[in-house]
């Protein structure tokens, strides 16, 4: 059972994104500052109840040890804005969680935040059903730069795993780090509700690094095509430019009914390299492959109609049939607006397997 320290005071957590106050009393943490280790475990100290100073005293010294972790990614958060943290690593110890909707906020550390599994305590997932619609994890361009390192599990959230949005006043989200993570189980198909977007959905975000992650069963009864392994786009409310310079390398894609990776708005110079796309049962059972159009594909929307100014590339992959089990091309580009791109193009060998 997890340890609360309750105090009948503003909730940190409000509709699932951590606050971080201004002001007086703030948790922002000052320029420099330490490196910080957190441990958590699925009965550590929860924050939850307390804000201002009376979670600053809560908050100070907690996590710093195996034998004193807190209980999610929240208190860990907590932790490091009541410091004065540079870089931290956040160790995961095995078990399931149930975060849901956890934002990266200006303040928490300067540097980079590391998140990942504590070896030799079993494998961690994080579980999403109690949260049903919505996304695991959201970054900005004014969060830490965010290393997420598996092995650990991001099973069975409605909207998408990670959600990263640049903005105009900030600019993209740069240095993204998503490593050997376990996307599984995403989309309406498996959670009510649900609009299922991506495993990891980029909206305005240069030069992230998506590298030797598994994206298992994304999956939409309603709208099939609209999820995707990993989605290149824009900031649609504030009609920023593209998602451009991304690597997406050596994941495997299994059952996604929309196209595995598709780019829009604009995205340019994403390389897709060295990834398997493969066959597998859908959440009925019946063995499907990937996509509708292409395993990576463009698409133009009246949003933003326009191409991709180059460099979307495909190489060194090996592919399968569609969700529907029909051949389609390796790339594709296509348009709602009767736009005519070729705003990505296949490179290399790229061999298909029936």
């Known amino acids: 059972m997890r340890k609360h320290l309750n105090i009948g005071l503003l909730c940190l957590v409000t509709t699932g994104v951590m606050l971080v106050p201004g002001g007086a009393g703030a948790l922002a943490a000052p320029a420099g500052g330490e490196d910080v280790t957190v441990y958590i475990a699925s009965g550590g100290t929860s924050f939850a109840g ?14 710093l040890t195996a034998r004193n ?20 690593t956040i160790l995961l ?10 934002e990266w906020a200006p303040g ?25 619609a919505g996304y695991w994890t959201k970054v900005g361009p004014k969060s830490p730069r965010l290393n997420f390192q598996g092995p650990y599990t991001v099973q069975r959230y409605g909207d998408g795993g990670i959600k990263a949005t640049g903005t105009r006043k900030d600019g993209p989200v740069r240095g993204l780090v998503v490593n050997g993570i376990t996307f599984r189980q995403i989309g309406n198909a498996w959670v009510k509700g649900g609009k299922g977007f991506a495993g ?31 989605y290149l ?3 649609q409310t504030q009609r920023t430019p593209g998602s451009n310079g991304n690597t997406v390398a050596g994941n495997t894609f299994k059952v996604i009914s929309g196209d595995p990776v598709r780019a829009s708005d ?15 049962h859908d959440y009925r059972g019946k063995v499907r492959g990937n996509g509708n159009h292409g395993m990576f594909t463009y698409w133009v929307f009246s949003r933003a109609d326009t191409c991709g100014k180059g460099g979307n590339t495909f190489s060194g992959n090996t592919y399968t049939v569609s969700y529907s089990n029909v051949k389609n091309p390796a790339v594709y580009s296509g348009a709602d607006t009767g736009r005519t791109c070729k705003s990505v193009r296949a490179t290399g060998h790229n061999p298909y397997e029936r």
């Open 108 to 132: 928490i550390a300067d540097g980079t935040v590391t998140v990942k599994a504590q070896p030799g305590t079993g494998p961690v997932t994080f579980d999403g059903r109690a949260a049903r």
């Open 266 to 280: 604009g995205s340019s110079g994403n390389k897709v390299r060295d990834n398997t796309f493969a066959k597998g």
């Open 69 to 88: 972790p807190v209980g999610s990614l929240r208190d860990a958060q907590a932790v490091l804005a009541a410091g004065h943290t540079r870089n931290a």
């Open 50 to 63: 307390l804000s201002g100073k009376t979670l600053r005293q809560a908050a100070s010294g907690a996590g």
């Open 200 to 230: 990891v959905h980029l909206n305005y975000v240069s030069k992230a690094k998506i590298t030797k992650n598994r994206f298992f069963n994304l999956e939409n009864k309603e709208k099939p095509g609209n999820t995707h392994g990993v």
């Open 93 to 102: 110890r095995g078990g399931t969680y149930d975060d849901a909707g956890v």
């Open 233 to 235: 786009a824009f900031n």
